[in-house]
């Protein structure tokens, strides 16, 4: 699976994210995620790849292949 196709089966079973919606281009505020939830997103990341996003920085007004870039360059790492 991929690292935007993992993120995206984390938005849907966990937070309730339409399929659809999630677009790179997508902010993550237009998802519903708020700074609890991105938090608990990265966390849910970092555990089911494996990899230490402790020094990456989201907020709300990130996109989708903001967030997606950033944790696949951690994955690669």
């Known amino acids: 699976m991929s690292t935007s196709e993992e993120i995206s089966a984390l ?5 309730g994210t339409d399929p659809a919606a999630i677009r790179p281009e997508v902010p993550l505020r237009q998802l519903r995620l ?8 990265r ?3 970092e555990d089911r790849m494996d990899i230490d996003l402790e020094d990456v920085v989201l907020s709300s ?3 989708v292949a903001h967030l997606v870039a950033a944790v696949h360059s951690k994955a690669g790492a």
Not at 34 to 40: G, H, I, N, P, W
Request: glycine residues 0%; hydrophobic residues 55%; without cysteine.
């Open 11 to 15: 938005l849907v079973t966990r937070f």
């Open 43 to 45: 966390l849910l990341i």
């Open 61 to 63: 007004r990130d996109t």
């Open 34 to 41: 708020d700074s609890l939830a991105l938090e608990e997103l």
